[in-house]
């Protein structure tokens, strides 16, 4: 066995056994956690089982970190190494690969050694990453596993710009056993040799999980895998209260908006949001931003604008730059509509999503960013951007939506192929050779530097909470989803918050639990409340009624008045 001691652990390897032993704090309270020595990665067609380990070389990096390196016989690829690395305060692992193929999954500690497939074991009490509590895709890549004694150790990826090319990554485990997997499904090709990216795995002692994530960001930014934006200027009216129409269009929608035939986008029309807003006024609450959500598009692809619901939406919008206030507009990411099939990612001749890896789409998208939003004649002269479905990309896999209902209408293909791999004849086609999240990346990046083009203080809003995507937002939203959630939302967001504040250090923040899922008049005030007290911008969703149909009293917009009134920026 060969036994190093670090400051946060103790590490045991256990080669003849094919295992590595972790001690957290060099703790024997608790039981230990084994990691299987075996990882395997997948061609798309052919399974990796390990045939025979090679003898571990232990070498001495500079400042004392301890590097271990185990060469592997594989059954399908020409070399495979791994390789752990041990600092004081944290491990990392990875392995590199030599040969030719399209990668499938790619397992973290868990693997075939011959015939027989050996796991890692871990006593875990809680397993955890923020995806799992709200809809947030593109979260810290990271999950958290809790120990019996409450210490942590966190299991994170680091990933080199450009390398986001798998589509799915889990912590799969099951009655004290787990491996770590990721997808790439086929879309990343290994022509001579490949490094997968680097698992970092950290302890902790931290009560708050954001603290957790707050030691992992900070290894990202010292090992220069992320890095955050200088200098950034924040406009003071991207501080003040925001209106946004979405709570009113489910309102109207009520009950029967998750029925495929029926959606909140019929009710954003030029004259519902003036009616809500004079409504709001006479009430004394005068929003300084307005959003304009789901609907306003005659394509969700296309984007411009439905005149038999907007007749003048840019008309609409100088009114309100004359009263002082700004407008902001809601794209749809990944929809279809409008968009020539050459421009889409197919599934044979079918056009399932936009492609972004595509310059003549990507050229298209720069053309409606400054559509919706320069003052030139003919365009919006919108003031920014509500990027709110950009949480997800496409998969072979797995269904996304907007919503989380899988495919509701046409427009909103964002259905992708669910089920197991297809025939190759079947499979998703791009125009380049990108996946994952390179691909909202890509996206992503064309509305905000169009965006700050058209105009330098535009707002961009996401709801993204990935260090990788800092360059790309201005504000983020920190979405909870009650109808999912089965957690406590005031919990799950103030955890949200605290991720946020951390992983986007430089953005503003404000949420969006309050335009569905308050039980009560008194909920909804309560939540915004708290979401002054915690520092985001104040943010309303509704003019009328909440989503149960019970009309706002009087007392409450007095209450929201007040709220208003007392803030500052």
């Not at 041990?86 to 397992?107: A, L, N, P, T, V």
């Not at 619901?309 to 990411?333: E, N, T, Y």
């Not at 950009?390 to 964002?414: H, I, Q, T």
């Not at 009328?544 to 007392?566: C, F, N, Q, R, V």
């Amino acid at each position: 066995m060969t036994e190093i001691c670090k400051r946060d652990y103790k590490f045991v390897l256990d080669f003849e056994k094919r295992k590595v032993i972790i001690f957290p704090f060099g703790s024997k309270a608790i039981q230990p956690m084994e990691l299987s020595l075996i990882s395997q990665c997948d061609k798309l067609t052919k399974s990796d089982l390990c045939q025979k380990l090679g003898k571990p070389v232990i070498e001495k990096l500079a400042n004392g970190v301890l590097q271990i390196s185990i060469s592997e016989k594989s059954n399908i690829w020409d070399e495979k190494c791994y390789v752990f690395r041990c600092y004081e305060d944290s491990i990392e692992f990875y392995f590199q690969i030599k040969g030719q193929g399209e990668i499938g999954e790619c397992k973290f500690f868990g693997g075939f050694f011959k015939d027989e497939f050996i796991s890692s074991k871990g006593d875990f009490s809680e397993v955890s990453c923020v995806e799992q509590q709200a809809e947030r895709q593109c979260a810290p890549i990271c999950y958290l596993a809790k120990f019996k004694n409450n210490n942590w150790i966190s299991f994170g990826l680091a990933i080199e710009d450009g390398e986001y090319t798998f589509a799915d990554f889990q912590f799969e485990h099951k009655k004290g056993q787990f491996h770590l997997n990721l997808d790439y499904e086929g879309h990343t090709k290994i022509i001579k040799s490949w490094e997968s990216p680097h698992l970092i795995m950290q302890f902790s002692q931290a009560d708050k999980k954001y603290e957790v994530y707050r030691k992992f960001i900070e290894w990202l930014v010292y090992h220069k895998y992320v890095s955050f934006p200088k200098d950034t200027k924040i406009y003071q009216w991207w501080k003040k209260p925001m209106f946004c129409g979405f709570g009113e269009q489910m309102y109207y929608c009520g009950k029967e908006w998750i029925h495929p035939s029926i959606s909140p986008s019929v009710y954003c029309t030029q004259y519902n949001y003036e009616t809500w807003l004079k409504i709001l006024e006479d009430k004394g609450i005068i929003p300084s931003t307005i959003i304009i959500d789901d609907g306003w598009q005659l394509y969700y692809g296309e984007q411009v604008v439905d005149k038999g619901k907007w007749p003048d939406m840019r008309g609409f919008i100088d009114k309100c730059h004359a009263k002082g206030q700004k407008v902001i507009l809601w794209p749809s990411v990944w929809s279809i509509g409008g968009i020539p099939n050459k421009e889409c990612i197919n599934r044979g001749k079918k056009p399932m999503t936009v492609d972004t890896s595509n310059p003549a789409y990507l050229k298209r998208l720069k053309r409606l960013v400054h559509y919706m939003l320069s003052n030139e004649k003919n365009c919006l002269n919108a003031d920014g951007l509500k990027v709110g479905t950009a949480v997800g990309f496409p998969s072979e896999k797995k269904v996304y939506d907007l919503y989380g209902f899988g495919m509701r209408y046409p427009e909103y293909n964002y259905g992708f192929i669910s089920g197991e791999v297809l025939r190759t004849d079947e499979r998703l086609k791009t125009y380049g050779e990108i996946w994952g999240a390179e691909l909202l990346k890509n996206s992503l990046r064309i509305y905000y530097e169009e965006a700050k083009k058209a105009k330098k203080d535009a707002l961009i809003i996401t709801v993204i909470a990935n260090p990788y995507f800092s360059h790309f937002a201005d504000m983020v939203t920190c979405l909870v989803t009650p109808r999912i959630d089965k957690l406590n939302i005031v919990d799950v967001l103030k955890e949200l918050i605290g991720i946020s504040r951390i992983t986007l250090p430089h953005c503003l923040l404000n949420t969006e639990v309050n335009n569905e899922g308050n039980k009560s008049e008194a909920e909804w005030l309560s939540q915004l409340e708290m979401d002054i007290s915690l520092g985001c911008v104040p943010h309303i969703f509704y003019a009328t009624h909440l989503i149960d149909g019970s009309s706002i009293s009087d007392k409450a917009y007095k209450k929201i008045k007040d709220m208003w009134g007392k803030y500052k920026i």
